[in-house]
């Protein structure tokens, strides 16, 4: 069983912003992120996670987000919205949002895996460190981990992860079509039960819709004896990143704001982590 888990959660453009500079800070501190035996990621935590896992320094994802490299315009409509909270079931819930999904008149798929791969950069081939990137299936609402063991390419389980429901067709990868990775949950905390120890980086602390917060997922696996660290935005990382997670204008202070807060939490975490 790992003993380390470091899990990477969505939050759009801004969001990942404000993850790139909590990597940054918590590095610069002295924690040794690729400590971790396995990562999770999911969404833009999918994207950042596979670049830090095949080697991309964090201070350089930081940088990039400080000056716009890899700014991504990503509206989320209010359709969006309306199918995710049009139950309060959330088997129901994600079902729907699944439907509109693939009923939704949207670009080809090619433009979700064209803007991934520019995402991705350099970062192809599956790391040799554990890496699983989280999607979810917009026929069944069924969470998959994607791993080196998947049959799939990096490329096509973080497209998968990062295709925002509405916004972005569902991909269609290994004959299935899969939708966000943060659909039902923004960093899908379940999947780290075995850790010992689980260091979770969380942009956006509970998924559109009726589905459990990142907290009530942190509680659970507290309860299962792991030692847990939740970081979530607090007070000047939410005021940075605003309310609109799509609003690249926001990206720098974000990502500055992440960065500020991750050297607040730097005793909390090398407590539980190590260094």
Not at 55 to 66: I, K
Not at 125 to 133: A, N, Q, T
Not at 195 to 218: D, K
Not at 223 to 241: H, I, S, Y
């Amino acid at each position: 069983m790992p003993d380390k888990a470091l899990v990477l959660g969505g939050g759009g453009p801004v969001g990942g912003a404000r993850l790139t500079g909590m990597l940054a800070g918590l590095t610069e501190a002295g924690v040794a992120l690729d400590a971790a035996d396995l990562l999770i990621g999911t969404s833009a935590g999918a994207v950042f996670g596979a670049r830090l896992r095949c080697g991309t320094p964090a201070a350089e994802l930081y940088e990039r987000q400080l000056s716009g490299a890899d700014a991504v315009r990503l509206p989320v409509t209010a359709r969006y919205l309306s199918a995710a909270l049009g139950s309060r079931d959330p088997g129901r819930s994600v079902a729907r949002l699944g439907r509109t999904a693939l009923r939704a008149r949207t670009g080809p798929e090619s433009d979700v895996f064209d803007t991934v791969g520019r995402l991705l950069g350099e970062a192809r081939d599956w790391p040799e460190r554990e890496l699983r990137v989280t999607a979810v299936d917009a026929r069944t609402g069924e969470v998959e981990a994607f791993g080196a063991r998947s049959g799939v390419t990096l490329l096509e389980a973080v497209a998968a992860s990062c295709a925002v429901p509405v916004v972005w067709p569902p991909v269609t990868v290994a004959g299935r079509r899969w939708m966000d990775g943060g659909s039902r949950s923004t960093a899908n905390l379940p999947l780290a039960r075995g850790s010992r120890r689980v260091l979770a980086v969380v942009p956006i602390p509970r998924a559109v819709g009726p589905h459990p917060s990142a907290s009530e997922e942190a509680a659970r696996l507290t309860e299962d004896g792991a030692r847990v660290v939740l970081l979530c935005p607090d007070e000047d990382a939410r005021r940075a990143m605003g309310r609109d997670m799509a609003d690249t204008a926001r990206g720098p202070a974000a990502a500055r704001a992440g960065y500020e807060q991750a050297l607040r939490a730097v005793a909390e975490v090398a407590d539980a982590w190590g260094h």
